[in-house]
Structure formats: C-alpha cells, structure tokens
C-alpha cells in the first residue's frame, strides 16, 4: 500500500534554533517527491520539489534532502522564524500513467519566541 | 498573474443540503485538483478535471461532483450534506501532468451543522 509518514506529529522549537522533519514513504513506482508549507487555515504552499535523482534541495532556510534508496527524505529549517510556524507536509507522486499524489500527515511545527 | 482563487472562504450549511464550491486555476494552467481536508490531517485527493473531463478520482461517493468549464475553471458539488464533510477544501491547479508542479489555492472552509 502506498503511504507516506511524517514524524514527528508536532514539535515546539525556539526562535533561532535549527530544526528537522522526517518524511517516510513506501510509495511504488516513485516519480518525485514534494515538501509544503501550509499556514492555519491556508492552502498548502510549494517549497521543494525533488526527483530520484536528487539528493539534496535548497529553499532559502529550507534544505530537503533524499535518500531514494531508503525512501526516505528530510527537511531542515536554518535560524527558525516566528512565521515558520505551520504544518510542513511531504507528499510523493507516484509515477507510471496515472500517477497519484500520496500525501502525509504533515507535522506540526510551532515556533516559539 | 493571478494565483488560484476559491470562493466562498467560508460556507455553513446544514445536514442534507447541497454545496457548490468555485475555484479559479492560475493563468495558463489546465487541470484543476480537488482535495478534502479535515482537521489535523492531510489533504485527501477527490478527483481530477483536465479538458472538461472527470480524469481522475479518489475514494469519495457520488455525491461529490464537479465540472471544469472552457475557461478551466471548476465547480465541487456535494449533495446531501453529512456532518462529516465538514473540511478545508482545496483547489490546485497544474499543467497537464501531475509531474508539474501544483499550486493551491486558499480553501474553503465547509462547517456542517
């Protein structure tokens, strides 16, 4: 079954700390692999987009990183800000002629000052 | 350039009545997406609209419904209210592949009482 897994669920950090979120998946054939940022109440916003072939992607504080092998792909946030404060979810697409959009959970992060 | 616009923002209805929600796609995009998302959770895909045609759906009853237009814009219909479709409804717009990028629009917020 296709899924994908964030950990952690939610997570409380202080202003100017570094942080990192975890994104597991079990999705087959794999076509990319996507990083959101949604605010409360707002739709989701892109902030990467990665393919199988690469490791590492970079969005200002925003760095994910892929690991295709282990399926597994993280995103790290530099010097956090107040309004880094939303749910950041991972979401993969399948490949093939019908690809799907399989989305996580998302994880929760707030920052606080 | 216009992003995706949804209307209403925010829409209450009571159980068994009917809904329509509206969303605009970014300019020179084709394909419109419609997710539900309940509270703390995930987007969950409800079916795809590319060339006025129903091209994808998700594991939703028929009582969601839609429509794209010759302008690409699009129409969510849900018949027969249920208090749990209570959500944050999402529009996405992409070009013709779900490889493309998608961009989201704002929600509506759907309360059933």
């Known amino acids: 079954k296709n899924q994908v897994e964030q950990s952690p669920q939610s997570l409380i950090i202080l202003e100017g700390k570094n942080c990192t979120l975890q994104c597991n998946y079990t999705v087959s054939p794999f076509s990319n692999l996507r990083w959101y940022k949604q605010d409360t109440g707002r739709g989701p916003v892109s902030l990467t987009i990665?393919?199988?072939?690469?490791n590492t992607k970079s969005n200002g504080r925003y760095t994910a990183t892929l690991d295709a092998d282990t399926k597994q792909s993280s995103l790290h946030i530099t010097a956090s800000q107040l309004s880094d404060s939303a749910s950041y979810i991972c979401v993969v697409l399948s490949g093939g002629s019908q690809g799907n959009l399989i989305f996580g959970k998302g994880t929760k992060l707030s920052v606080k000052p | 350039d216009a992003g995706v616009t949804q209307s209403p923002t925010h829409l209450i209805k009571t159980r068994g009545q009917q809904v329509t929600l509206r969303c605009s796609p970014k300019?020179?995009?084709?394909?419109v997406s419609w997710y539900q998302q309940a509270l703390g959770q995930g987007p969950q895909f409800i079916f795809q609209y590319y060339e006025e045609e129903e091209r994808q759906r998700g594991n939703f009853p028929d009582r969601f419904s839609g429509h794209q237009f010759p302008n690409y814009s699009s129409e969510l219909n849900v018949n027969a209210l249920l208090l749990g479709d209570s959500a944050l409804y999402l529009c996405?717009?992409?070009?013709?592949?779900?490889?493309?990028?998608?961009?989201f629009g704002p929600g509506t917020r759907l309360t059933v009482t």
């Open positions: 990665m393919t199988f072939s690469e």
């Open positions: 300019s020179g995009h084709d394909t």
């Open positions: 996405a717009s992409s070009l013709d592949s779900l490889s493309y990028e998608q961009y």
